[in-house]
DNA sequence: AAGGCGTGGGT
DNA sequence: TACCCAAGCCT
């Protein structure tokens, strides 16, 4: 039998003060309208997500509803966003919850994992979140609260762990609280352990942190590597779909040409949308997002 | 298993 | 100003 944890009841009584009111955590959020939120949520700000989710959920309350457009329709509404394939991959999962589930998100850990883009963290999340399940969640912010408080060191490793899944595992509380343990710590590593600069005057945990016991050393990992951007086929992809989602019909070559130079380079990336599914080639040698 | 995949706000 | 990085997933 392992210990009690003890970041549980500060962590608990903070986040009852603190929590943000989020849509997605309202009595009326559904099993779909929280998958929706947490795919829209992967890499992606909250603020940012607010208004698109609001959107989604006004004019595809169901996982049927989003299963009855064609896939274009999901890559339009998904705004600048990111990550487009995220809308094709909630538009596969409308579609498969409505063929293998009825039309209802399942609650099963394995059975969230089968859908497209739902991964350990978002199958977790889902079965936590909209379901109660004991699960242990483990997302970026979790990760950096307990590499801070538990292990004494500023950021997680690259890649999660088996050390992490079972350090993670170890602190989950019984049936009843392990749903709102989840939701706390993410919130507390959003709100107040962030990234760059802890607030740890704000901290419900600071006195138990390992890492500000220890001085707060600083990260001395492998250097993390930025993600340059612009010039790259991410950028000239994003240029390409922008150009699509804004047209409501099939576009020329000409105006897809138009938003980027280099042809070989814009090329490979539009070959690149037609092959993800993003895109669609007509005969006629016209574009459009996918019907 | 490292790297591709969008976007924009914060510092 | 240039990074950094935000509720990851997939190959």
Redo the contacts with the bound molecule.
Sequence with gaps: MSKANPLLDPVLTWYAANARD?P??APAATPWSILV??IM????????VLPVWTEWMERWPTPAALAAEPPGEAVRHWG??????RAL?LHACARAVVERHGGEVPADHAALLAL????????A?VASFAFQGRHAVL???VRRVLARAVSGEEYPP??TTAAERALAASLLPGPEDAPVWAVAV??L??LVC????ARCAECPISGLCAWRLAGKPAYDGPV????S?AG????C???L??VLRQAHGPVPKAALDAVWDDAPQRERALD?LVADGLAEVLQDGTYRLPA
């Design positions: 989020l997605w955590r939120s947490e949520l992967q890499q992606t700000p909250v603020v940012r600048r966003l990111g990550y487009p394939r991959n497209p883009g739902v991964g350990e963290y978002t199958a999340a997302d970026t912010n690259k890649a993410m919130e590593g959003a962030t990234a760059r600069t993390r590597r930025g993600q951007y790259t086929d991410r950028q992809r994003g240029r779909l922008a690149g």
